[in-house]
C-alpha cells in the first residue's frame, strides 16, 4: 500500500490507531534514526475544536494539513518542532501527531542530538522526537513522504504488536470545550515507558510488545 492511499482510506482515528507498531525513521544524511511509533494523537478537522483546521482556519502555519493524506506538516510552538502527517483528501484538514517512538536505529546519534539525555528521555514526547532526530526547523513541511528523509514502513511484518493499546484523551487540549477535549482520540502502548508521562509503576515488560 502506498502513502497516498493508506492516509486516505479510512477515518482519520482509524489511521492513527493502526500507526501504533509502526517503524517511524528518518535518514540525517549520515544514518537512519527512528524507533517504533508507540503514541500518536487525531485531530479530526474542521468540526475539531482542537484541531489547528478548525471552523476551517487556514494559513500558510497549517497549509499541510490541508494537502493530501500523506503529506508532512510540521508546527512549531516557541523554539520546539511537531511532526504530523495529513490524513484524508485535500482540502479535508485531518491529520496525525505523532508523539512518541520506542527507538530502535542511530540510538546513540539520536542520545547526542538530545544533549546526552538518555533512557526514556530521548523521544518520550513529540517535541524530544524531533530534536533526537535533529531536527530544528519547518524545511521538511509541506513534502509529502515519499519525497522527504521521513519514513513510515507499512509492511505489516515490520509492524511491532502492542499487547494492548490504549485510547484516551488527547494531551494539552483546551478545557474550554470538554467535548472535544475528553474525545478518546490519543492511542499508546499500554505500559511502553515511552509514551508521554507513562508513570515507573506502570511500565509494562517488554515495553508492552508481544
Known amino acids: ?32 534514526l527512528g524507533g517504533y511509533i508507540v503514541e500518536a494523537e487525531a485531530y479530526m478537522g ?27 506538516y510540521i508546527y ?40 546526552g539525555k538518555s533512557g526514556v528521555l530521548i523521544t518520550n514526547g513529540p517535541a524530544k522526537m524531533m530534536q533526537a532526530f535533529g531536527i530544528h526547523d519547518k524545511n521538511w513541511n509541506l513534502h509529502f513522504l515519499s519525497d522527504s528523509p521521513f519514513t513510515i514502513d507499512l509492511a505489516d511484518n515490520h509492524k511491532r504488536i502492542a499487547q494492548e493499546i490504549i485510547a484516551d484523551k488527547r494531551v494539552g487540549i483546551n478545557q474550554s470545550d470538554p467535548i472535544w477535549a475528553n474525545k478518546k482520540l490519543r492511542y499508546y502502548v499500554a505500559g511502553n515507558p515511552y509514551v508521554s508521562d507513562m508513570k515507573k509503576r506502570d511500565y509494562a515488560s517488554n515495553n508492552g510488545w508481544t
Open 76 to 115: 512549531a510552538q516557541r523554539q520546539y518542532f511537531f511532526f504530523d502527517v495529513a490524513c484524508q483528501e485535500e482540502n479535508e484538514p485531518q491529520g496525525v501527531l505523532v508523539r512518541a517512538i520506542d527507538p530502535g536505529w542511530g540510538i546513540d546519534s539520536m542520545i547526542k542530538n538530545r544533549n
Open 1 to 32: 500500500m502506498n502513502y497516498a492511499e493508506y492516509f486516505t482510506n479510512r477515518s482519520t482515528d482509524e489511521i492513527t490507531r493502526d500507526l501504533i507498531g509502526r517503524p517511524l525513521t528518518f535518514n540525517d544524511g549520515q544514518e537512519k
Open 46 to 72: 474542521k468540526l475539531d475544536r482542537a484541531a489547528h483546521s478548525y471552523g476551517g482556519h487556514r494559513s500558510p502555519a497549517n497549509e499541510g494539513l490541508y494537502r493530501t493524506g500523506g503529506t508532512i
